[in-house]
């Protein structure tokens, strides 16, 4: 399995923008971006396939993130504008061992330890 490391994380005022990026150890298929935020269950953010010819986002996100990859450097990226107070939640990046990519968290193979974004109202 290749290890993830995420960075980028940290505080935003509502309305602002990170930038979370994604290292991996290896070569990397489709991977995807997930946030839990306390108390509540994995969410599925973004996903992107290994051609980068085809990515998904969760319909709370769409049009405000955008995901992207640089294979050359087995790293994944994830823009996220317009930040709202509800998007605050740690926020990991997975792989998965296809080309295509996946909504389903329990459908990718590695994970990272993740990165806390907080959005302040």
């Known amino acids: 399995q290749v290890q993830l490391v995420e960075s980028g994380g940290g505080l935003v005022q509502a309305g602002g923008s990170l930038r979370l990026s994604c290292a991996a150890s290896g070569s990397i298929n489709a991977m995807g971006w997930f946030r839990q935020a306390p108390g509540k269950e994995r969410e599925f953010v973004a996903t992107i396939s290994r051609s980068a010819t085809s990515t998904y986002y969760a319909d709370s996100v769409k049009g405000r993130f955008t995901i992207s990859r640089d294979n050359a450097k087995n790293a994944v990226n994830l823009q996220m504008n317009s930040l709202k107070p509800e998007g605050t939640a740690i926020y990991s990046c997975?792989?998965?061992?296809?080309?295509?990519?996946?909504?389903?968290?329990?459908?990718?193979?590695?994970w990272g330890l993740g990165t806390q974004v907080t959005v302040s109202s």
């Open positions: 997975a792989a998965r061992g296809l080309a295509r990519g996946s909504v389903r968290w329990d459908e990718y193979d590695s």
